[in-house]
Protein backbone atom coordinates (compact mmCIF):
# COMPACT_ATOMS: atom_id res chain seq x y z
CA UNK A 1 0.00 0.00 0.00
CA UNK A 2 1.35 3.42 -0.84
CA UNK A 3 1.79 5.43 2.20
CA UNK A 4 0.37 8.52 3.00
CA UNK A 5 1.63 11.96 2.41
CA UNK A 6 1.79 12.87 6.37
CA UNK A 7 3.75 9.76 6.49
CA UNK A 8 6.66 10.71 4.40
CA UNK A 9 9.13 13.30 5.36
CA UNK A 10 10.81 15.74 3.56
CA UNK A 11 14.60 15.31 4.51
CA UNK A 12 16.02 12.26 5.81
CA UNK A 13 19.59 13.00 4.69
CA UNK A 14 20.68 13.98 8.09
CA UNK A 15 18.33 13.02 10.97
CA UNK A 16 20.34 15.05 13.31
CA UNK A 17 19.92 18.15 11.68
CA UNK A 18 15.77 17.96 11.52
CA UNK A 19 14.75 19.17 14.86
CA UNK A 20 17.72 20.04 16.54
CA UNK A 21 16.84 24.15 16.14
CA UNK A 22 13.30 24.86 15.99
CA UNK A 23 12.72 27.36 12.92
CA UNK A 24 10.26 29.73 13.79
CA UNK A 25 7.33 29.29 10.77
CA UNK A 26 7.14 31.49 8.09
CA UNK A 27 4.19 33.52 7.76
CA UNK A 28 3.88 33.26 4.08
CA UNK A 29 4.42 28.96 4.40
CA UNK A 30 0.30 27.87 4.89
CA UNK A 31 -0.82 31.50 5.19
CA UNK A 32 -0.69 34.50 4.44
CA UNK A 33 0.61 35.46 0.41
CA UNK A 34 0.27 31.57 0.53
CA UNK A 35 -3.49 32.16 -0.57
CA UNK A 36 -2.79 35.04 -3.28
CA UNK A 37 -1.05 32.20 -4.78
CA UNK A 38 -3.75 29.84 -4.67
CA UNK A 39 -6.05 32.52 -6.01
CA UNK A 40 -3.81 33.22 -9.26
CA UNK A 41 -3.11 29.49 -9.76
CA UNK A 42 -7.62 29.30 -9.39
CA UNK A 43 -7.72 32.13 -12.17
CA UNK A 44 -5.26 30.40 -14.36
CA UNK A 45 -7.05 27.33 -14.20
CA UNK A 46 -9.93 29.18 -15.26
CA UNK A 47 -8.59 31.17 -18.48
CA UNK A 48 -6.49 27.88 -19.70
CA UNK A 49 -8.09 24.78 -18.49
CA UNK A 50 -11.48 26.22 -18.56
CA UNK A 51 -11.46 27.56 -22.19
CA UNK A 52 -9.76 24.19 -23.43
CA UNK A 53 -13.16 22.45 -22.05
CA UNK A 54 -14.92 24.45 -23.51
CA UNK A 55 -13.43 24.21 -26.84
CA UNK A 56 -16.57 21.81 -28.58
CA UNK A 57 -18.34 24.92 -28.94
CA UNK A 58 -15.67 26.74 -31.48
CA UNK A 59 -14.96 22.92 -32.89
CA UNK A 60 -18.30 22.55 -33.91
CA UNK A 61 -17.75 26.12 -35.68
CA UNK A 62 -14.63 25.24 -37.17
CA UNK A 63 -16.68 22.09 -38.96
CA UNK A 64 -18.84 24.17 -40.84
CA UNK A 65 -16.77 26.95 -41.60
CA UNK A 66 -13.95 24.84 -42.65
CA UNK A 67 -16.14 21.94 -44.23
CA UNK A 68 -13.32 19.66 -42.69
CA UNK A 69 -13.15 15.87 -41.55
CA UNK A 70 -14.21 15.54 -37.86
CA UNK A 71 -10.85 13.76 -37.15
CA UNK A 72 -8.88 16.50 -38.73
CA UNK A 73 -10.41 19.25 -37.14
CA UNK A 74 -10.27 18.02 -33.79
CA UNK A 75 -6.66 18.28 -34.68
CA UNK A 76 -6.88 21.79 -33.60
CA UNK A 77 -8.53 21.36 -30.14
CA UNK A 78 -5.96 18.81 -29.03
CA UNK A 79 -2.72 20.60 -30.47
CA UNK A 80 -3.22 23.44 -27.53
CA UNK A 81 -4.48 21.00 -25.59
CA UNK A 82 -1.26 17.86 -25.91
CA UNK A 83 1.00 20.96 -26.51
CA UNK A 84 0.23 23.01 -23.32
CA UNK A 85 1.16 19.75 -21.08
CA UNK A 86 3.94 18.42 -23.58
CA UNK A 87 5.63 21.60 -23.07
CA UNK A 88 6.09 20.99 -19.65
CA UNK A 89 9.65 19.53 -19.19
CA UNK A 90 10.68 22.51 -21.11
CA UNK A 91 8.71 25.25 -18.96
CA UNK A 92 10.79 23.36 -16.46
CA UNK A 93 13.80 24.91 -17.81
CA UNK A 94 12.57 28.28 -17.94
CA UNK A 95 11.68 28.30 -14.64
CA UNK A 96 15.20 27.20 -13.40
CA UNK A 97 16.06 30.25 -15.23
CA UNK A 98 14.19 33.12 -14.76
CA UNK A 99 11.86 31.66 -12.30
CA UNK A 100 7.63 31.02 -11.91
CA UNK A 101 6.74 34.77 -12.04
CA UNK A 102 8.62 35.78 -15.38
CA UNK A 103 7.76 32.36 -17.03
CA UNK A 104 3.95 33.15 -16.91
CA UNK A 105 4.15 36.36 -17.26
CA UNK A 106 5.32 36.09 -21.08
CA UNK A 107 3.26 32.80 -21.29
CA UNK A 108 0.55 35.07 -20.64
CA UNK A 109 1.37 37.31 -23.68
CA UNK A 110 1.96 34.33 -26.16
CA UNK A 111 -1.48 32.75 -25.23
CA UNK A 112 -3.21 36.25 -25.89
CA UNK A 113 -1.28 36.66 -29.26
CA UNK A 114 -2.51 32.63 -30.33
CA UNK A 115 -6.07 33.30 -29.85
CA UNK A 116 -6.08 37.14 -31.32
CA UNK A 117 -4.04 35.54 -34.11
CA UNK A 118 -6.62 32.72 -34.43
CA UNK A 119 -9.54 35.04 -35.29
CA UNK A 120 -8.08 35.33 -38.98
CA UNK A 121 -7.40 32.11 -39.74
CA UNK A 122 -7.90 31.44 -43.74
CA UNK A 123 -8.38 27.04 -42.92
CA UNK A 124 -7.85 24.35 -40.51
CA UNK A 125 -4.03 24.42 -41.27
CA UNK A 126 -3.72 28.54 -39.99
CA UNK A 127 -5.20 27.27 -36.71
CA UNK A 128 -2.82 24.45 -36.19
CA UNK A 129 -0.15 27.31 -35.79
CA UNK A 130 -1.91 29.81 -33.79
CA UNK A 131 -4.33 28.10 -31.55
CA UNK A 132 -2.74 25.20 -31.42
CA UNK A 133 1.02 25.98 -31.64
CA UNK A 134 1.07 29.00 -29.85
CA UNK A 135 -1.71 29.77 -27.71
CA UNK A 136 -0.44 25.99 -26.63
CA UNK A 137 2.93 27.19 -25.92
CA UNK A 138 1.47 30.33 -23.62
CA UNK A 139 -0.97 28.21 -22.03
CA UNK A 140 2.05 25.75 -20.76
CA UNK A 141 4.59 28.49 -19.75
CA UNK A 142 1.49 29.17 -17.49
CA UNK A 143 -0.10 26.60 -16.32
CA UNK A 144 2.87 24.71 -14.57
CA UNK A 145 4.43 27.51 -12.54
CA UNK A 146 0.94 27.72 -11.25
CA UNK A 147 0.92 24.20 -9.88
CA UNK A 148 4.52 24.34 -8.69
CA UNK A 149 3.56 27.53 -6.81
CA UNK A 150 0.79 26.51 -4.63
CA UNK A 151 3.49 23.80 -3.91
CA UNK A 152 5.65 26.12 -2.60
CA UNK A 153 3.77 28.24 -0.60
CA UNK A 154 2.04 24.82 1.36
CA UNK A 155 3.34 21.89 3.01
CA UNK A 156 0.20 20.80 5.89
CA UNK A 157 -2.43 21.43 3.36
CA UNK A 158 -1.10 20.66 -0.11
CA UNK A 159 -4.44 18.71 -1.03
CA UNK A 160 -6.81 21.43 0.05
CA UNK A 161 -4.51 23.78 -1.88
CA UNK A 162 -4.47 21.95 -4.80
CA UNK A 163 -8.07 21.18 -4.94
CA UNK A 164 -8.67 24.80 -4.14
CA UNK A 165 -7.06 25.85 -6.85
CA UNK A 166 -7.44 23.77 -9.46
CA UNK A 167 -11.19 23.86 -9.28
CA UNK A 168 -11.09 26.51 -11.58
CA UNK A 169 -10.58 24.04 -14.74
CA UNK A 170 -14.46 23.14 -13.46
CA UNK A 171 -15.50 27.01 -13.77
CA UNK A 172 -13.76 27.93 -15.64
CA UNK A 173 -15.42 25.38 -17.96
CA UNK A 174 -18.75 26.49 -16.90
CA UNK A 175 -18.29 30.01 -17.54
CA UNK A 176 -16.51 29.74 -20.79
CA UNK A 177 -18.99 27.08 -22.53
CA UNK A 178 -21.77 29.52 -21.82
CA UNK A 179 -19.24 32.67 -22.75
CA UNK A 180 -17.86 31.21 -25.85
CA UNK A 181 -21.67 30.15 -27.10
CA UNK A 182 -22.92 33.06 -26.17
CA UNK A 183 -20.24 35.11 -27.85
CA UNK A 184 -20.46 32.83 -30.95
CA UNK A 185 -23.76 33.84 -31.56
CA UNK A 186 -23.37 37.42 -30.90
CA UNK A 187 -20.56 38.24 -33.01
CA UNK A 188 -19.42 34.96 -34.50
CA UNK A 189 -16.51 32.87 -33.58
CA UNK A 190 -13.86 34.91 -34.70
CA UNK A 191 -14.63 37.94 -32.93
CA UNK A 192 -15.38 35.60 -30.03
CA UNK A 193 -11.51 34.77 -30.44
CA UNK A 194 -10.95 37.80 -30.42
CA UNK A 195 -12.53 39.20 -27.25
CA UNK A 196 -11.21 35.81 -26.09
CA UNK A 197 -7.99 36.66 -26.35
CA UNK A 198 -7.67 39.80 -24.64
CA UNK A 199 -9.47 38.05 -21.75
CA UNK A 200 -6.72 36.24 -21.67
CA UNK A 201 -4.39 38.87 -21.10
CA UNK A 202 -5.30 38.50 -17.09
CA UNK A 203 -2.63 36.02 -17.16
CA UNK A 204 -0.19 38.88 -17.20
CA UNK A 205 -1.54 39.81 -14.30
CA UNK A 206 -1.98 36.39 -12.55
CA UNK A 207 2.04 35.51 -13.15
CA UNK A 208 2.64 38.99 -11.42
CA UNK A 209 0.68 37.56 -8.28
CA UNK A 210 3.29 34.84 -7.99
CA UNK A 211 5.79 36.53 -5.61
CA UNK A 212 8.78 33.82 -5.37
CA UNK A 213 10.39 32.49 -1.80
CA UNK A 214 13.00 34.19 -0.32
CA UNK A 215 16.07 31.95 0.42
CA UNK A 216 14.97 32.67 4.13
CA UNK A 217 11.80 31.30 3.05
CA UNK A 218 12.97 27.96 1.59
CA UNK A 219 15.44 27.12 4.49
CA UNK A 220 12.01 27.55 7.16
CA UNK A 221 10.71 24.99 4.42
CA UNK A 222 13.12 22.62 4.28
CA UNK A 223 13.50 21.94 7.79
CA UNK A 224 9.61 21.57 8.53
CA UNK A 225 9.28 18.67 11.04
CA UNK A 226 7.05 15.84 10.18
CA UNK A 227 5.59 13.54 12.85
CA UNK A 228 3.51 10.48 12.60
CA UNK A 229 6.45 8.05 10.90
CA UNK A 230 4.41 5.26 11.40
CA UNK A 231 5.65 3.59 7.84
CA UNK A 232 9.30 2.98 7.78
CA UNK A 233 8.83 1.42 4.61
CA UNK A 234 7.56 4.93 3.39
CA UNK A 235 10.21 6.56 5.19
CA UNK A 236 12.94 4.48 3.25
CA UNK A 237 10.93 5.12 -0.12
CA UNK A 238 10.68 8.91 0.49
CA UNK A 239 14.49 9.05 1.18
CA UNK A 240 15.46 7.05 -1.94
CA UNK A 241 13.44 9.47 -3.65
CA UNK A 242 14.98 12.10 -2.36
CA UNK A 243 18.63 10.77 -2.84
CA UNK A 244 18.23 9.33 -5.67
CA UNK A 245 16.18 11.70 -7.59
CA UNK A 246 15.95 15.15 -5.55
CA UNK A 247 19.48 15.77 -4.62
CA UNK A 248 22.47 16.81 -6.38
CA UNK A 249 26.05 15.83 -5.26
CA UNK A 250 26.88 18.82 -2.88
CA UNK A 251 30.76 19.13 -4.56
CA UNK A 252 29.68 20.26 -8.11
CA UNK A 253 27.40 22.74 -6.67
CA UNK A 254 30.22 24.20 -4.39
CA UNK A 255 32.43 24.15 -7.62
CA UNK A 256 29.60 26.10 -9.45
CA UNK A 257 29.09 28.68 -7.04
CA UNK A 258 33.05 29.46 -6.34
CA UNK A 259 32.74 29.86 -10.61
CA UNK A 260 29.95 32.34 -10.36
CA UNK A 261 31.59 34.68 -7.79
CA UNK A 262 35.07 34.35 -9.44
CA UNK A 263 32.88 35.86 -12.34
CA UNK A 264 30.77 38.38 -10.87
CA UNK A 265 33.56 39.39 -8.46
CA UNK A 266 35.78 39.54 -11.28
CA UNK A 267 32.98 41.97 -13.26
CA UNK A 268 33.02 44.41 -10.23
CA UNK A 269 36.58 44.68 -9.94
CA UNK A 270 36.64 45.84 -13.27
CA UNK A 271 33.70 48.13 -12.51
CA UNK A 272 35.79 49.61 -9.39
CA UNK A 273 38.57 50.24 -11.46
CA UNK A 274 36.70 51.66 -14.43
CA UNK A 275 34.90 54.42 -11.97
CA UNK A 276 37.74 56.93 -13.04
CA UNK A 277 37.99 56.53 -16.57
CA UNK A 278 34.57 57.98 -17.06
CA UNK A 279 30.59 57.48 -17.48
CA UNK A 280 31.04 55.91 -20.92
CA UNK A 281 33.16 52.76 -19.74
CA UNK A 282 31.14 52.60 -16.68
CA UNK A 283 28.24 51.98 -18.49
CA UNK A 284 29.65 49.44 -20.46
CA UNK A 285 31.23 47.96 -17.55
CA UNK A 286 27.60 47.38 -16.25
CA UNK A 287 26.50 45.87 -19.24
CA UNK A 288 29.31 43.09 -18.75
CA UNK A 289 28.41 42.65 -15.50
CA UNK A 290 24.80 42.28 -16.42
CA UNK A 291 25.30 40.10 -19.18
CA UNK A 292 27.82 37.95 -16.84
CA UNK A 293 24.81 37.71 -14.21
CA UNK A 294 22.36 36.55 -16.96
CA UNK A 295 25.20 33.74 -17.96
CA UNK A 296 25.28 32.79 -14.94
CA UNK A 297 21.81 32.53 -13.89
CA UNK A 298 21.34 30.48 -17.38
CA UNK A 299 24.27 27.76 -16.92
CA UNK A 300 22.84 27.27 -13.04
CA UNK A 301 19.85 26.97 -14.49
CA UNK A 302 20.25 24.55 -17.14
CA UNK A 303 22.84 22.39 -15.01
CA UNK A 304 20.04 21.67 -12.27
CA UNK A 305 17.24 21.05 -14.87
CA UNK A 306 19.88 18.81 -16.88
CA UNK A 307 20.79 16.72 -14.02
CA UNK A 308 17.18 16.09 -12.82
CA UNK A 309 16.72 15.11 -16.55
CA UNK A 310 19.93 13.27 -17.64
CA UNK A 311 22.29 13.46 -14.84
CA UNK A 312 23.15 11.00 -12.04
CA UNK A 313 20.23 12.25 -9.85
CA UNK A 314 18.13 11.40 -12.96
CA UNK A 315 14.03 11.21 -11.83
CA UNK A 316 13.92 8.22 -14.55
CA UNK A 317 15.98 6.15 -11.76
CA UNK A 318 12.90 6.28 -9.92
CA UNK A 319 11.30 3.34 -10.89
CA UNK A 320 7.85 4.23 -8.89
CA UNK A 321 7.86 7.59 -10.83
CA UNK A 322 8.49 5.74 -14.40
CA UNK A 323 5.37 4.02 -13.80
CA UNK A 324 3.41 6.93 -12.81
CA UNK A 325 4.32 8.42 -15.67
CA UNK A 326 3.03 5.26 -17.55
CA UNK A 327 -0.18 5.73 -16.34
CA UNK A 328 -0.20 9.54 -16.92
CA UNK A 329 0.37 8.07 -21.05
CA UNK A 330 -2.98 6.60 -20.70
CA UNK A 331 -5.25 8.80 -18.60
CA UNK A 332 -5.69 12.03 -19.71
CA UNK A 333 -7.50 11.60 -23.43
CA UNK A 334 -10.32 9.69 -21.09
CA UNK A 335 -11.08 12.66 -19.51
CA UNK A 336 -10.84 15.14 -22.48
CA UNK A 337 -12.72 12.74 -25.25
CA UNK A 338 -16.03 13.68 -23.61
CA UNK A 339 -15.37 17.82 -23.56
CA UNK A 340 -14.46 17.76 -27.04
CA UNK A 341 -17.04 15.07 -28.68
CA UNK A 342 -19.91 15.10 -26.35
CA UNK A 343 -22.00 17.83 -28.06
CA UNK A 344 -21.28 15.73 -31.43
CA UNK A 345 -23.08 12.86 -29.66
CA UNK A 346 -25.86 14.45 -27.88
CA UNK A 347 -27.34 15.99 -31.42
CA UNK A 348 -26.78 12.51 -32.92
CA UNK A 349 -29.26 11.23 -29.95
CA UNK A 350 -31.61 14.17 -30.84
CA UNK A 351 -30.91 15.30 -27.03
CA UNK A 352 -29.76 18.95 -28.45
CA UNK A 353 -32.81 20.58 -26.88
CA UNK A 354 -32.58 18.90 -23.66
CA UNK A 355 -29.23 19.32 -23.51
CA UNK A 356 -29.30 23.41 -24.46
CA UNK A 357 -31.31 24.08 -21.30
CA UNK A 358 -28.19 22.53 -18.89
CA UNK A 359 -25.37 21.16 -21.36
CA UNK A 360 -23.66 17.85 -20.15
CA UNK A 361 -19.73 19.75 -20.23
CA UNK A 362 -21.49 21.79 -17.58
CA UNK A 363 -22.42 19.36 -15.57
CA UNK A 364 -19.20 17.68 -15.70
CA UNK A 365 -17.69 21.06 -14.32
CA UNK A 366 -19.39 21.76 -11.80
CA UNK A 367 -19.55 18.66 -10.44
CA UNK A 368 -16.18 18.70 -10.95
CA UNK A 369 -15.26 21.58 -8.74
CA UNK A 370 -16.78 19.55 -5.81
CA UNK A 371 -15.07 16.58 -6.77
CA UNK A 372 -11.55 18.86 -6.53
CA UNK A 373 -12.30 19.75 -2.98
CA UNK A 374 -14.00 17.05 -1.33
CA UNK A 375 -11.21 14.94 -2.66
CA UNK A 376 -8.32 17.09 -1.26
CA UNK A 377 -10.25 17.28 2.06
CA UNK A 378 -10.20 13.36 2.32
CA UNK A 379 -6.87 13.35 1.30
CA UNK A 380 -5.76 15.83 4.51
CA UNK A 381 -7.05 13.82 6.45
CA UNK A 382 -4.39 11.68 8.71
CA UNK A 383 -6.07 8.42 8.89
CA UNK A 384 -6.61 8.33 4.79
CA UNK A 385 -3.85 7.57 2.52
CA UNK A 386 -4.15 9.94 -0.54
CA UNK A 387 -2.61 7.39 -3.24
CA UNK A 388 -5.73 5.02 -2.03
CA UNK A 389 -8.12 7.75 -2.80
CA UNK A 390 -6.71 8.73 -5.98
CA UNK A 391 -6.67 4.84 -6.85
CA UNK A 392 -10.76 4.57 -6.12
CA UNK A 393 -10.91 8.02 -7.92
CA UNK A 394 -9.51 6.63 -11.40
CA UNK A 395 -11.53 3.46 -10.97
CA UNK A 396 -14.48 5.26 -10.67
CA UNK A 397 -13.70 7.23 -14.25
CA UNK A 398 -12.78 4.54 -16.23
CA UNK A 399 -15.98 2.88 -15.43
CA UNK A 400 -17.88 5.87 -16.16
CA UNK A 401 -15.92 5.96 -19.48
CA UNK A 402 -17.08 2.32 -20.68
CA UNK A 403 -20.35 2.41 -20.03
CA UNK A 404 -20.91 6.33 -21.30
CA UNK A 405 -21.66 4.86 -24.68
CA UNK A 406 -24.64 2.45 -23.45
CA UNK A 407 -26.49 5.82 -22.17
CA UNK A 408 -28.46 7.36 -24.91
CA UNK A 409 -31.08 8.99 -22.66
CA UNK A 410 -30.37 12.42 -21.30
CA UNK A 411 -30.72 11.73 -17.62
CA UNK A 412 -28.39 8.35 -18.05
CA UNK A 413 -26.12 10.94 -19.86
CA UNK A 414 -26.14 13.34 -17.20
CA UNK A 415 -25.46 10.46 -14.28
CA UNK A 416 -22.68 9.13 -15.88
CA UNK A 417 -21.42 12.94 -16.62
CA UNK A 418 -21.54 14.00 -13.03
CA UNK A 419 -19.88 10.79 -12.05
CA UNK A 420 -16.54 11.48 -14.60
CA UNK A 421 -16.62 15.50 -12.94
CA UNK A 422 -16.48 14.20 -9.50
CA UNK A 423 -13.83 11.45 -10.04
CA UNK A 424 -11.84 13.13 -12.59
CA UNK A 425 -11.51 15.88 -9.36
CA UNK A 426 -8.27 13.52 -8.16
CA UNK A 427 -6.48 15.91 -10.33
CA UNK A 428 -5.58 18.03 -7.68
CA UNK A 429 -3.96 15.17 -6.01
CA UNK A 430 -1.77 15.00 -8.80
CA UNK A 431 0.99 17.23 -7.85
CA UNK A 432 0.56 16.08 -4.24
CA UNK A 433 1.34 12.83 -5.42
CA UNK A 434 4.05 13.96 -7.35
CA UNK A 435 6.06 15.95 -4.77
CA UNK A 436 5.38 12.94 -2.07
CA UNK A 437 7.80 10.52 -4.53
CA UNK A 438 10.89 13.12 -5.34
CA UNK A 439 10.44 15.62 -3.00
CA UNK A 440 9.34 20.02 -3.32
CA UNK A 441 12.61 20.57 -4.70
CA UNK A 442 12.39 19.13 -8.01
CA UNK A 443 8.24 19.26 -8.48
CA UNK A 444 8.83 21.54 -10.98
CA UNK A 445 10.44 19.46 -13.33
CA UNK A 446 8.87 15.77 -12.01
CA UNK A 447 5.56 17.53 -12.45
CA UNK A 448 6.90 18.73 -15.87
CA UNK A 449 7.36 15.42 -16.97
CA UNK A 450 3.82 14.03 -15.94
CA UNK A 451 1.57 16.80 -17.47
CA UNK A 452 3.84 16.21 -21.05
CA UNK A 453 2.97 12.72 -20.65
CA UNK A 454 -0.82 13.53 -20.18
CA UNK A 455 -0.13 16.06 -23.12
CA UNK A 456 0.85 12.97 -25.40
CA UNK A 457 -2.14 11.43 -24.67
CA UNK A 458 -4.44 14.07 -25.06
CA UNK A 459 -2.87 15.04 -28.61
CA UNK A 460 -4.18 12.39 -29.92
CA UNK A 461 -6.72 11.18 -27.94
CA UNK A 462 -9.51 13.45 -29.38
CA UNK A 463 -8.29 13.20 -33.06
CA UNK A 464 -8.42 9.81 -32.91
CA UNK A 465 -11.89 9.22 -31.29
CA UNK A 466 -12.59 11.57 -34.75
CA UNK A 467 -10.80 9.16 -36.59
CA UNK A 468 -12.47 6.19 -35.48
CA UNK A 469 -16.14 8.15 -35.85
CA UNK A 470 -15.52 8.86 -39.84
CA UNK A 471 -14.88 5.10 -40.66
CA UNK A 472 -17.90 3.75 -38.02
CA UNK A 473 -20.25 6.63 -37.66
CA UNK A 474 -20.04 5.92 -34.34
CA UNK A 475 -18.45 7.37 -31.05
CA UNK A 476 -19.25 4.54 -28.85
CA UNK A 477 -15.38 2.01 -30.11
CA UNK A 478 -13.76 5.76 -29.23
CA UNK A 479 -14.98 5.34 -25.79
CA UNK A 480 -14.40 1.84 -25.50
CA UNK A 481 -10.82 1.86 -26.85
CA UNK A 482 -9.70 4.92 -24.57
CA UNK A 483 -10.84 3.20 -21.46
CA UNK A 484 -9.09 -0.27 -22.17
CA UNK A 485 -6.11 2.01 -22.73
CA UNK A 486 -6.73 3.75 -19.13
CA UNK A 487 -6.75 0.36 -17.52
CA UNK A 488 -3.67 -0.54 -18.98
CA UNK A 489 -2.04 1.94 -17.23
CA UNK A 490 -4.07 1.86 -13.61
CA UNK A 491 -2.88 -1.60 -13.80
CA UNK A 492 0.81 0.26 -13.85
CA UNK A 493 -0.64 2.23 -10.38
CA UNK A 494 -1.18 -0.65 -9.23
CA UNK A 495 1.90 -2.47 -9.64
CA UNK A 496 3.88 0.33 -7.83
CA UNK A 497 3.78 -1.31 -3.94
CA UNK A 498 5.71 -4.30 -5.45
CA UNK A 499 8.46 -1.92 -6.84
CA UNK A 500 8.26 0.09 -4.30
CA UNK A 501 8.79 -2.75 -1.87
CA UNK A 502 11.80 -4.29 -4.08
CA UNK A 503 13.21 -0.42 -4.01
CA UNK A 504 14.23 -0.14 -0.78
CA UNK A 505 15.79 -3.84 -0.41
CA UNK A 506 17.75 -2.83 -3.65
CA UNK A 507 18.99 0.36 -1.62
CA UNK A 508 20.56 -1.63 1.51
CA UNK A 509 22.23 -4.00 -0.32
CA UNK A 510 24.17 -1.38 -1.83
CA UNK A 511 24.78 0.09 1.15
CA UNK A 512 26.09 -2.60 2.44
CA UNK A 513 28.24 -3.40 -0.57
CA UNK A 514 29.82 0.27 0.33
Given at each position: MYASREDIGYDYGDDSKVGSKPIKPNPNIDGGWAWMIVLSSFLVHILI????????????????????????????????????????????????????????????????????????????????????????????????????????????????????????????????????????????????????????????????????????????????????????????????????????????????????????????????????????????????????????????????????????ASLFTNRVFVAFIIWALFAYSSFVIPFIHLPEIVKQYNLSSQNNIFPLTSIIAIVHIFGKVILGIISDLPCVSTWNVFLMANFTLVTCILTLPLMQTYVSLAVVCALIGFSSGYFSLMPVVTEDLVGTKHLANAYGIIICANGISALFGPPFAGWIYDITQKYDYSFYISGSLYMVGIVFLLIQPCIQKKQPREKSTEEAQV
Amino acid sequence: MYASREDIGYDYGDDSKVGSKPIKPNPNIDGGWAWMIVLSSFLVHILIMGSQMALGILNMEWLEEFNQSRGLTAWVSSLSMGITLIVGPFIGLFISMCGCRKTAIIGGILNALGWILSAYASDVHYLFLTFGVTAGVGSGMVYLPAVVMVGQYFQKRRALAQGLSTTGTGFGAFLMTALLKYLCIEFGWRNAMFIQGAISLNLCVCGALMRPLSPKDAVSEKYVVRSNSEDNQAKALSHSAETTNGVLSEEPEKKEEATNEEVLGSAQHIESGGKSRGGRSMYGLRIIKTVSQLTVTVRKGFAIWYSSYFGAASLFTNRVFVAFIIWALFAYSSFVIPFIHLPEIVKQYNLSSQNNIFPLTSIIAIVHIFGKVILGIISDLPCVSTWNVFLMANFTLVTCILTLPLMQTYVSLAVVCALIGFSSGYFSLMPVVTEDLVGTKHLANAYGIIICANGISALFGPPFAGWIYDITQKYDYSFYISGSLYMVGIVFLLIQPCIQKKQPREKSTEEAQV
